[in-house]
């Protein structure tokens, strides 16, 4: 076990793929001299050079449309965007282009891009710079979604994401990238799975990205009331890996999913009417979620109004518990 930041998790996680495979490029604004706004990508292109490690204009569209080239010649472009709101201008290449290629060409020609969106909030921005757009893509056919939430899964998700033939929409919380924990010498999980982080027998609470941390402490602080919560990150978010979902809702009962997102039309939704299909004569209370409101994201200092927390969750929690 090695202990570092995430944003240090996801540097060494895209070192050790450009490693591996000398055909792993990493593009996007200011990800060269910079390292990135983040300073994910720092010392990438000292290492790798100028033609591994591309700065690119400031056109999303360009981007991604440049992806899409060097993946049908037989490179594994990995994309950053450098904020959440900023990837609109290249959503056309990404639904129109990255995720029709392979299926246009039969499963011939593959299409492994990787697009990597720092999202959500938390962190005081100014605006667009703030976005859970993780649905959009979530429901778009062709396309991998995932959200990673902690330095373990950071390191070996993007390694798993990038060596993957399909295009995959890879999130990152930005609000989490500072803080530390244990990356493992061996993958410690599929990609398109979900994993139980911590077992309880009370309420089921299904979450990803920056709110498996917030969950966790919810569950902490339920526990010293009486009640025992099991938190699912979710991880993968096209396709979903529910069956530890469903598994963990026959024995509690009652289910509670939060996101940062929206609520209508969302990941929220899809978990939440599944498991009422799989799950119904198991249920004790409905599906409740805790979510971002049905707004645009407010100004910095309302954030912390907008964003789930602690006590948000915990009130979800309490409700189902009240049925």
Not at 233 to 240: N, T, V
Not at 296 to 309: A, I, N, R, V
Request: proline share 7%.
């Amino acid at each position: 076990m090695t202990t570092m930041t995430l944003a240090k998790a996801l540097n060494s996680g895209l070192r050790a793929a450009m490693e591996r495979d000398p055909k792993v490029l990493v593009m996007g604004e200011d990800v060269g001299k910079l390292g990135g706004v983040f300073r994910v990508t720092d010392g990438l292109a000292k290492d790798f050079g100028e033609q591994r490690v591309l700065d690119t204009p400031l056109s999303e569209s360009g981007i991604i449309g440049t992806a899409v080239g060097l993946a049908i010649r037989g490179f594994r472009p990995v994309c950053e965007i450098q904020f959440d709101g900023f990837v609109f201008p290249g959503y056309d290449q990404i639904v129109s282009q990255l995720a029709k290629v392979r299926f246009r060409s039969q499963g011939k020609v593959p299409m492994p891009v990787v697009v990597r969106i720092p999202f959500g909030g938390g962190i005081g921005a100014v605006e667009h710079h703030s976005e859970s757009p993780e649905s959009l893509f979530a429901h778009v056919a062709g396309l991998k979604v995932v959200a990673c939430s902690n330095p373990d899964d950071a390191h070996w998700m993007i390694r798993q994401a990038i060596a993957s033939d399909d295009p995959v929409i890879f999130f990152e919380p930005k609000r989490r990238y500072w803080e530390k924990g244990e990356v493992s010498e061996s993958e410690p999980a599929p990609l398109f799975s979900s994993r139980v982080v911590r077992s309880g027998a009370d309420v089921t609470v299904a979450c990803y990205g920056p709110l498996v941390k917030t969950c966790l402490e919810a569950a902490a602080a339920a526990e010293a009331e009486g009640t025992d919560l099991e938190v699912i990150d979710l991880r993968s978010l096209s396709p979903l890996d529910l069956g530890p979902v469903f598994a963990s809702v026959r024995r509690t009962g009652r289910l509670v999913v939060v996101s940062e997102a929206p609520s209508e039309a969302s990941v929220t939704s899809e978990v939440a009417a599944r498991v009422q299909e799989e799950c119904f004569h198991s249920l004790e209370a409905p599906v409740l979620r805790v979510t971002g409101f049905d707004t645009p994201y407010p100004p910095s200092k309302c954030e912390d109004d907008y964003l789930p927390d602690l006590d948000r969750v915990l009130d979800g929690v309490d409700r189902a518990l009240g049925w």
